[in-house]
């Protein structure tokens, strides 16, 4: 039985991240909100586009206000309105100044941006009330952001909000991403029913499909669900035939123990799968298989992960194992794979069998710049999902730590 790092590291050394050139397409600007840039992106524009003003006031000749005060205000002809959008049409010259607005580009002759604050107005005259620190006060000179023809995005990065407004900005409209993952998900077993079907004595709701499905699909993965797969072999071998040879990534669940009708790990074999995992040295979740299909050199590599049936064992597995796999082979930055952990005064104590690596899942929060980790309350058991609700944290006990006490810091991975 493998540990957590052993296991971690096979995983990601088998997620390969989508090829720069075959898998990539590009899309409308609006299209690429939560994709993943293939390319670095270059500007054409210097931003900002021109010198212009940081402040509603006056553009002036700094050499014409330096020595302003209340007591003695400088006093200069107003020549011209310069509200944004507008191209000034004067040049400011000694004893001028060009009113100007926030964003308006800066006029010809003037060099320093006064506030309105610091003047008064009287008719076609303005009083300069205060000297500007230095030349250059309150304006913001063409290409002080960014400069045309370096590079405004990297590889790697997720265009979110931020993003698309440099995007915008610099008016990249076509953008070159990494396609879509594929996943398909499927459940075993004769016990499953879905939730819009009877449930009879005996059975259970298969909730880990639904859980899977919206788990992946918040990550921008095209999910396909396979449904409920009975404990059949003829039936089991045909879901996964059928996954992996349209999936970059295939999530069963249930069917990796070591029970009569756990089928998965043969047919993986029959398949022509390579197994690299059976089983993790972790709680919950020991049973965990993750093999690989190798494809040609013009497709990518499908990772199947056969995760525990237990509703909670197989989120801890697909949070720890899964998720840091899929971030590195859709294209994330190296920096993004994860998995994040945290160091979080516990609230609760914590205890451990101090065989495998335990974790618990409970509630993560900042409180004045520390993190503080409370256990769900109720049963940490793995068929136990109901107090599952609202986690964001995984509290992390090592094989050799078996008892943490209220008010101690313990390791948490982030999750969501």
Known sequence: MLSVKEAESIVLNLAQPLDSQRDVETVDLLAA????????VTGSLDFPYWDNSAMDGYAVRFADVENSS??????LEVVEDIPAGYQPE???KSGQAARIFTGAVMPAGADTVVMQEETRREGDRILILVCPEKPQAFVRHKGAFYQAGTTLLTPGTVINAPEMAVLATAQCIQVPVYRRLRAAIFSTGDELVSPDEPLAAGKLVDSNQYALTVLLAQMGLEVVRLGVVPDN??????????AVSTADVVLSTGGVSVGDYDYVEKILADLGGKIHISAVA?????????????????SSDCLYFGLPGNPVSALVCCWRFVVPALRKISGLD???WGPEFVKARCHAELRSHGKRETYVWGKLHLVAGIWEFEPASGSQNSANLINLANTNGLAVLPPAETWIWPGEFVEVLKVS
């Open 33 to 40: 909100s939560g994709r993943i840039l293939a390319a670095a």
């Open 70 to 75: 209340a007591e003695k205000p400088t006093v």
């Open 90 to 92: 004067n040049t400011v």
């Open 233 to 242: 072999e003829d039936a089991l071998k045909k879901a996964i035939a059928q």
């Open 282 to 298: 972790i709680k919950p979740g020991k049973p965990l298989t993750v093999a690989q299909f190798k494809r040609d050199e013009k």
């Open 334 to 336: 190296a920096d993004a």
